[in-house]
């Protein structure tokens, strides 16, 4: 199920998401949006809908410090908040001692991340990506609209994955959230 389609547009971060809950064969077009904000940071997921509502309503992002490096920082100290919220919420699977989670992209600092089952961080070099059922249509569809609006790109790439996923529907939710500026350099200023 789903299509998260994540964007870097300068020091804006766009991310959109479909309304589909799919079930074997059954869909649900589902009124809680797989999109949101937590914090400082702009969420999307897949995988599970209880996952998604634990990012969301119980996940509480740690501190870091300007001067910290955002991708040490989301590697350790934001995959330890997320494995805990998610034991906490009964969401964590275990087998054969290795732990996994779910599926989702995380906006942060101007940034675009994408979080795998296996905790791993990754961040694409071209400064968008997709995840979910239907990412392969969205990748498609992002690469051949380089030069149009980031809002319109990201919503030509879900329209793109609803045409032929079986698993992605609209309403899409699209969101954006601009990088923060730092106290450090707004005092240089």
């Known amino acids: 199920m789903t299509c998260i389609v994540g964007l870097v547009d300068g020091d804006r971060v766009w991310m959109g998401g479909d309304s589909a809950g799919v079930n074997g064969l059954d869909i649900t077009v589902r009124a809680d949006t797989k999109v949101f904000r937590n914090a400082d940071m702009l969420i999307g997921f897949t995988s599970s809908f209880r996952m998604g509502q634990l990012l969301h309503y119980r996940l509480e992002p740690p501190h870091r410090?300007?001067?910290?490096?955002?991708?040490?920082?989301?590697?350790?100290?934001?995959?330890?908040a997320v494995r805990g919220c998610l034991k906490d919420g009964g969401y964590a699977h275990r087998s054969n001692d290795v732990e996994?989670?779910?599926?989702?992209?995380?906006?942060?600092?101007?940034?675009?991340?994408?979080?795998?089952?296996?905790?791993?961080?990754g961040e694409a070099v071209r400064g968008y990506h997709?995840?979910?059922?239907?990412?392969?249509y969205?990748?498609?569809?992002?690469?051949?609209?380089?030069?149009?609006?980031?809002?319109?790109?990201?919503?030509?790439?879900?329209?793109?994955?609803?045409?032929?996923?079986?698993?992605?529907?609209?309403?899409?939710?699209?969101?954006?959230?601009?990088?923060?500026p730092h106290l450090a350099l707004t005092e240089a200023a």
């Open 65 to 80: 410090d300007a001067e910290s490096d955002v991708f040490r920082y989301m590697v350790v100290d934001f995959v330890d």
């Open 100 to 121: 996994t989670g779910g599926t989702f992209m995380v906006g942060y600092e101007g940034r675009l991340f994408s979080i795998q089952s296996d905790y791993q961080v």
């Open 130 to 136: 997709a995840i979910g059922c239907g990412s392969d």
């Open 138 to 180: 969205a990748l498609g569809s992002l690469a051949s609209t380089a030069g149009l609006p980031a809002e319109e790109r990201v919503l030509k790439a879900l329209e793109c994955a609803e045409l032929f996923s079986g698993g992605v529907r609209a309403p899409f939710t699209i969101q954006s959230m601009v990088r923060r």
